[in-house]
């Protein structure tokens, strides 16, 4: 029971992380939608608002490009931001375009379904 706790403790920890994040969907076959956006970004606060109705349909990754570790992302995006990747690939930025997520969002459910 105690190595039980203690796991759950973990997983709780790091369920949040990005790499969590990517195994839990390389498991599941949920596209991972990734936000690169800063702190203080009132159109990520928007853009994310936006999305709430899709939530239950992939796992948000956010990439806080301030970050020394992020340098490469704050070089690219630094004026562009919201940015979205979806499983990796450029989807959109300024603005969500709600129309192109969902076609994108059902063509990588289709091919799911089809993969299984």
């Known amino acids: 029971m105690l190595w039980f706790q203690n796991t759950a403790k973990q997983l709780t920890k790091y369920s949040s992380s990005p790499l969590w994040q990517q195994l839990r ?10 936000l690169f956006t800063k702190k203080l970004c009132p159109l990520c606060d928007e853009a ?3 999305l709430e109705p899709y939530k239950n349909r992939f796992i948000l990754q ?3 490009i301030t970050l020394p570790e992020n ?3 704050y070089d690219r ?3 562009d931001i919201p940015v979205f990747h979806l499983n990796g690939q450029f989807l959109m930025k300024h603005r969500v375009d709600v129309q192109k997520f969902e076609n994108q969002l059902v063509k990588l459910e ?5 993969n299984r």
Not at 25 to 34: G, H, R, S
Request: aromatic share 12%; hydrophobic share 35%; net charge negative.
């Open 25 to 34: 969907a390389a498991t599941t076959n949920i596209p991972v939608l990734t």
């Open 77 to 79: 995006y630094k004026y």
């Open 62 to 64: 956010e990439v806080d």
């Open 48 to 50: 994310k608002e936006e």
């Open 110 to 114: 289709l091919q799911n379904n089809e």
């Open 71 to 73: 340098s490469v992302w």
